[in-house]
C-alpha cells in the first residue's frame, strides 16, 4: 500500500472550513483515497473515498489533484462534533486498509 | 442495521487467563477484520477474513488465535497475554475483502492485562 503524510495537528474555528491535506505522491493508478475518522474512544468512521473525481457527500467533499499524488478534505462547517483524528489512506484490490498517523483536528468555538 | 458489536466493551485479564473477544454483523458482509490500537497510535491491522477463511495475518503472535464460526460472527481467544498487549482492539466489516467500498467498525473492546 501507498504511504501518506498528514500534518500531525489543525485547528478550525467552528463554523469555518475545515481543510485536511494529504499527501501520497506513490499512489498507483488503482489504488483509492479513503477518508476515515476517530472521535476520541470510538472505533474510526468512514466519511468518503475516490479515486480520481472529486466527490462530496453529506459529511465532507474530497478533492484529489490531477496527478492523484494529493488530496483535500473539506468540512464545509466544522462543529466541536467533528474534533476527531483524520486519517488518510490509500488503498486498492485486495483491500488491506492501513492507517497513517493521521491529522488530529480541533475545531475551536 | 449497519451495526458491528463488539463484546464486551471492557475486559481486565492476567497473563495466565484465557479470554474471547466477540464480533458480530448483520450487514452480509463477507470480510471481516481485527485492528489492534495502542494510545494515542493508529489502528494496526492484524487479520482479515475474507468468506469465513483467514486470508491476511499481520504476523501476529499465536497467543492471539482468531475464530470465524459463520460470515456474521469474529472471535478473538486470547490466551498467555502480556501486559503490552494492553490495547483497544477493533473489529470492522466490509462486502469483500477485496472491495473499494467502506470498512464498518465496531466501538471496540478495551483490554487490559494485568
Known amino acids: 500500500d501507498a504511504k501518506t503524510t498528514q500534518p500531525p495537528s489543525m485547528d478550525c474555528a467552528e463554523g469555518r472550513a475545515a481543510n485536511l491535506p494529504c499527501n501520497h505522491s506513490t499512489i498507483s493508478g488503482n489504488e483509492y483515497v479513503y477518508w476515515y475518522r476517530q472521535i476520541h474512544s470510538q472505533g474510526p468512521q468512514y466519511i468518503i473515498h475516490?479515486?480520481?473525481n472529486n466527490e462530496t457527500n453529506e459529511m465532507a467533499s474530497l478533492i484529489i489533484t490531477e496527478d492523484r499524488k494529493s488530496s483535500t478534505l473539506i468540512l464545509p462547517h466544522a462543529t466541536l462534533r467533528d474534533t476527531a483524528v483524520y486519517y488518510c489512506?490509500?488503498?486498492?484490490?485486495?483491500?488491506?486498509?492501513?492507517f497513517g498517523t493521521g491529522t488530529k483536528l480541533q475545531v475551536i468555538p | 442495521d449497519t451495526e458491528v458489536t463488539q463484546t464486551p466493551k471492557h475486559l481486565v485479564m492476567g497473563m495466565t487467563n484465557k479470554k474471547s473477544l466477540k464480533c458480530e454483523q448483520h450487514m452480509g458482509h463477507r470480510a471481516m477484520y481485527w485492528y489492534k490500537q495502542k494510545a494515542k497510535k493508529p489502528p494496526e491491522l492484524m487479520f482479515v477474513y475474507s468468506y469465513e477463511k483467514l486470508s491476511i495475518n499481520e504476523s501476529v503472535p499465536s497467543r492471539f488465535s482468531p475464530e470465524c464460526p459463520n460470515s456474521s460472527l469474529l472471535n478473538l481467544h486470547l490466551h498467555a497475554l502480556q501486559p503490552e498487549d494492553s490495547a483497544l482492539y477493533l473489529c470492522?466489516?466490509?462486502?469483500?475483502?477485496?472491495?473499494?467500498?467502506?470498512?464498518?467498525f465496531g466501538e471496540g473492546s478495551r483490554l487490559t492485562v494485568l
Open positions: 489512506i490509500v488503498s486498492g484490490g485486495y483491500q488491506k486498509v492501513t
Open positions: 475516490g479515486l480520481k
Open positions: 470492522a466489516s466490509s462486502r469483500e475483502a477485496w472491495d473499494t467500498g467502506e470498512l464498518f
